[in-house]
């Protein structure tokens, strides 16, 4: 049977991850002039991030928030006319957090850079992963949110698409970000099955193939680079045996 060998990592690179939750907690724990409605927010956002952890957003309720912000009802409509506005701030402010993060790409090979930015994006689902649920939830009826969540993929694929270019002018920058954003959407494909929704079937290939995050994202990225460039990158060949 045909084994892949492990595939070095990238040198001296930092993944960077954004995890929400940690995210706020260091704005309160840090913001000792923090204005009182300024910390009262954070907390209603804080607690619903938590609850999406456990629930679906539909199952959550607004008692449910305020007991896990320890505070009353009365606070909670003196800030937010209702639960879908409370959740709409904290995904645009999820979404921007991911675009900063994901964004701060290292130098290095065109493999190696589409390799840190799908590894960033994984590792990010899987540290958010009701946050993530919940934006698969809310995306297509709640046209705003679509449009936010429009709006940050196509920062992403750009940026992704001009770390490529600069090295590399394969394409014209208008095909390459088309590709870019069709690869975009098997990630977050990817990402649905395995991160959100628990895909029986595909969880257990990637069980079946004994492939761990890093082997599963070299995976990933080597079907990108030979969409991107019809060959095997070198940084894979010869890795199998």
């Not at 995890?19 to 704005?27: G, P, V």
């Not at 895909?199 to 990225?221: K, R, S, V, W």
Request: proline share 3%.
């Amino acid at each position: 049977m045909k084994q892949t060998k492990k595939i070095p990592e990238p040198a001296d690179v930092e993944i960077k991850i954004y995890n929400y939750q940690q995210a706020l907690h260091q704005q309160l724990s840090a913001g000792a002039d923090l204005r009182k409605i300024d910390r009262t927010k954070i907390r209603l956002r804080l607690a619903i991030a938590e609850l999406l952890d456990q629930a679906s957003y539909r199952e959550i309720h607004i008692t449910q928030i305020c007991d896990k912000a320890d505070l009353g009802t009365g606070t909670f409509y003196r800030h937010f006319p209702d639960k879908e506005a409370l959740v709409r701030e904290v995904l645009i402010e999820f979404l921007d957090g991911v675009l900063a993060y994901t964004l701060e790409l290292p130098g290095g090979s065109n493999y190696e850079t589409m390799y840190i930015a799908n590894l960033s994006y994984m590792r990010t689902a899987e540290e958010n992963p009701g946050l993530f649920r919940c934006l698969l939830e809310l995306r297509v009826e709640h046209s705003e949110l679509g449009r936010d969540l429009t709006r940050v993929n196509d920062q992403w694929s750009r940026r992704i698409a001009s770390a490529i270019s600069h090295q590399d002018p394969l394409y014209e920058d208008k095909q390459l970000l088309i590709t870019i954003h069709v690869l975009g959407s098997l990630m977050d494909d990817m990402l649905r099955r395995t991160v959100v929704s628990r895909d029986c079937g595909l969880c257990q290939a990637i069980a079946e193939a004994n492939m761990d995050e890093e082997d599963m994202c070299h995976h990933i990225t080597t079907i990108w680079y030979r969409i991107l460039y019809g060959e095997v990158p070198a940084e894979v060949e010869g890795k199998t045996a």
